[in-house]
């Protein structure tokens, strides 16, 4: 029998597999982003004028990684780094990334606080089953980047904190404080994915001395510590004269209990090489190292390798930093001068001045109202009259766990061009104008 000849393999009933499955992965919900970037692309495909700004990724015809990073891979590759990396990564690599945050963020780590990993998403994961017990409490603002699957996939509790525009969709102790006694885990991210905004320095001040404080005193009573999680993997997109700062440069005391993840992939642009990292307290990363190991989320080798000769390379990296930093600003400002434009003209349209990343959070303030006698009741509603009639990809803040339906976008600039941009708005005002 030949394989052409061979019968395609049955398996049965699709809900009878489905239910026999696990409650966690029948439980686990699917990336809101990715269903959304699958009409995209069905759109793209069938020719269709779409400006883009659904994912967190980033077109390599507009942000190319470095030039010296990309030489570098080369290199490794044909001299053969291709085998297994250490569990804890290439010590090079780990070497490079304590000099790396050093000189950039003012913080001094021991090698033994450094754990490569490939990309953020292993190591995010890994902290919260390294700290939480199932059944305990995170907390975790929103609009924010997939907390609540990872609360999910660890059995914890979710603490969902929302927050407000006015304060950039940035939580403030006064909100946190009154969940920090109970809580074994608190996430920030900063600059924020969704919003592109950064927290105040004063404020992530108070947050991470009040972590402290909570530490001192679980410490007197004997119980287990609270620790925070600080996603800055967006900490070198700054725009303007925002200035990012980690947690342990502004209180070094909270060494202990404070977990940084970062990473190239933003930064460099290089989401598909999967290098990331984590700073931390030296036996928690011993544990941590013992997780990623044993899920293989190991970097690959040849990139790790590259990535240490990169990032020893300071004036290469600053270089690439201010270029890659001109080209997201010029894109934001596309954006935000094209709504601004539009709010002066009396457009139902906000946004909030972009800081970091390469987002931009935008409200349309259309729930409630009708375009051609179709009304707008949900962000849904309008994510997909943008998408049908203004060929405008947005993602609605459903997808980072914000509930209401406000009419805030999460705009994400990385896969389209300035002229891609400019040729929305056009679509957009023609739109808008059916308003009643």
């Not at 269709?48 to 590759?77: K, M, Q, W």
């Not at 061009?417 to 679509?427: C, N």
């Amino acid at each position: 029998m030949t394989p052409e000849t061979l019968s395609t393999l049955d398996f049965g009933e699709p809900d009878l597999i489905d239910a026999s499955l696990s409650d966690n992965v029948r439980g686990l919900v699917g990336s809101e982003i990715l269903k959304i970037a699958a009409d995209v692309k069905k759109m793209i495909a069938a020719g269709d004028d779409v400006c883009n700004l659904t994912v967190g990724d980033f077109d390599s015809r507009h942000f190319p990684i470095p030039d010296g990073l990309r030489e570098r891979i080369i290199t490794a590759y044909n001299d053969g780094e291709t085998n297994y990396p250490p569990s804890d990564g290439v010590l090079a690599l780990r070497k490079a990334v304590v000099d790396f945050v050093a000189r950039t963020w003012g913080a001094r780590y021991p090698i033994e606080s450094v754990l490569i990993a490939s990309g953020a998403r292993p190591i995010l994961y890994s902290t919260y089953l390294a700290v939480v017990n199932a059944g305990e409490k995170v907390v975790y603002p929103v609009p924010s980047w997939n907390n609540n699957h990872y609360v999910w996939m660890s059995g914890a509790e979710g603490v969902v904190v929302p927050t407000r525009a006015e304060d950039g969709f940035m939580p403030t102790l006064d909100q946190l404080a009154p969940h920090l006694r109970d809580a074994r885990l608190l996430v920030l991210n900063s600059p924020l994915n969704p919003t592109g905004t950064l927290i105040a320095e004063d404020q992530l001040r108070a947050i991470v001395e009040a972590v402290v404080e909570e530490n001192q005193r679980r410490t007197k009573q004997g119980r287990r510590g609270l620790f925070l999680l600080h996603d800055q993997v967006y900490s070198t997109l700054l725009s303007g004269d925002a200035r990012h700062r980690m947690p342990v440069a502004l209180v070094p005391e909270a060494a202990p209990w404070v977990v940084s993840l970062d990473g190239i992939s933003k930064g460099f642009a290089a989401t598909g090489l999967r290098v990331g990292w984590v700073l931390g307290a030296p036996k928690l990363v011993a544990r941590m190292k013992a997780l990623v190991g044993h899920i293989g989320a190991w970097a690959p080798r040849p990139e790790q390798v590259a990535v240490a000769g990169f990032l020893n390379d300071a004036p290469a990296v600053e270089a690439y930093q201010q270029e890659m930093n001109r080209r997201v600003q010029r894109s934001l400002d596309a954006l935000f001068n094209g709504f601004t434009e539009m709010r002066a003209q009396g457009y139902p349209v906000d946004c909030v001045s972009p800081q970091g990343a390469i987002y931009l959070s935008l409200r349309l303030d259309l729930i409630g109202r009708s375009i051609g006698g179709r009304r707008l009741e949900t962000n849904e509603d309008i994510r997909q009259l943008l998408l049908d009639r203004a060929g405008l990809a947005a993602v609605p803040f459903q997808a980072f766990g914000l509930e209401q339906d406000s009419g805030w976008f999460r705009l994400s600039v990385g896969a389209v061009s300035t002229d891609d941009i400019e040729r929305a708005f056009p679509r957009l005002r023609s739109l808008l104008d059916e308003l009643t």
